[in-house]
């Protein structure tokens, strides 16, 4: 089953998920929205900062390998199809967009 997830709209938690892929899509949107240091007792789990002040496609570029990484370290269930990047010019925020495939139930 192919999901998108974005990581400025979080779904609802849910502490008893009712499948599989709603699970890995909770776990995928918590990777995206949080950051190197942020999580007591796994501080290495989340997006890093080495983005910040770089040009755009150098900051999509490390936001693009640490998603990679992330995903593939953290939820190996989940396999990228492709990652796509949006830019709020309000707040200068880049909202990765990454489209996901899970195991069918």
């Known amino acids: ?9 979080p779904p609802a938690i849910n502490f008893a998920p ?6 890995i899509v909770q776990n995928v949107h918590m990777l995206l ?3 190197k240091y942020d999580i007591p007792l796994a501080r ?9 002040g770089k040009p755009l496609p ?3 570029s490390l936001l ?5 990484n992330l995903i593939e370290e953290y939820e ?3 396999e990228v199809v492709r990652i796509e990047f949006e830019q709020d010019n309000i707040t200068g ?10 195991a069918d139930e």
């Open 1 to 9: 089953m192919v999901q998108i997830i974005r990581s400025d709209r």
């Open 58 to 60: 150098v900051a999509e």
């Open 44 to 52: 290495e789990m989340g997006l890093s900062s080495d983005g910040i």
């Open 33 to 35: 929205s949080s950051h």
């Open 76 to 78: 190996p269930r989940a």
């Open 93 to 102: 925020l880049i909202i990765p967009i990454v489209e996901v495939t899970t």
């Open 64 to 68: 693009y390998r640490d998603i990679m």
């Open 18 to 23: 009712k499948s599989i892929a709603e699970e």
